[in-house]
């Protein structure tokens, strides 16, 4: 049996309408998600105001009662570690490149330690080099041949459909 182009064609009317419906569900599924948000989003303002005022009252006494916390320094009470604990601060500079400049010249045999160091080939980059310019870095083109293409021109779900249609190739093939 040939296949014709009024086959071919057929066959991705019916792609198409089987893809248009899976994205209207996941269309579906998002606006319900999105008013389920909307629904509890008050709730959750309040309790999280809440939350925050009651974080305030518990550390407003646990600074004025600091004897309770010499030794130990923290207790858990009710799933909650309290108490006082040294700070871990922070490192802050203003200029990155100067800190880097500093570090090579007053440490130049910690560099290694104290810098982050990472080369790594440009792959969109090496891309658009011609094949004897590859051939020299020891790189080469593969999986560059003809493949079949089905893709949906546009659509905000494609990324949920893709990842669907990933699991879905996955439990065919553990089965």
Do not use: W, Y
């Not at 709730?43 to 105001?49: D, L, P, S, V």
């Amino acid at each position: 049996m040939e296949i014709s182009l009024v086959t071919i064609e057929t066959a991705t009317k019916r792609f198409a309408a089987a893809h248009a419906d899976l994205a209207a569900s996941v269309a579906e599924l998002n606006e319900s998600v999105e008013r389920l948000k909307r629904g509890a989003l008050p709730r959750f303002k309040r309790e999280a105001a809440a939350l925050a005022e009651r974080r305030n009252e518990l550390a407003a006494q646990i600074a004025g009662a600091p004897g309770i916390f010499e030794s130990p320094r923290t207790l858990v009470m009710h799933g909650i570690r309290i108490g006082f604990q040294k700070g871990k601060g922070k490192i802050v500079f203003g200029d990155p490149d100067q800190v880097v400049r500093l570090i090579e010249k007053h440490f130049p045999d910690q560099t290694d330690v104290l810098l982050h160091i990472k080369k790594t080939p440009n792959k969109k980059a090496i891309v658009k080099l011609p094949a004897g310019d590859l051939k020299r870095l020891g790189c080469e083109v593969t999986d560059a041949g003809t493949e079949i293409v089905i893709r949906p021109v546009a659509g905000d779900a494609e990324k949920l459909i893709n990842a669907l249609f990933r699991e879905f190739e996955q439990a065919d093939k553990l089965e």
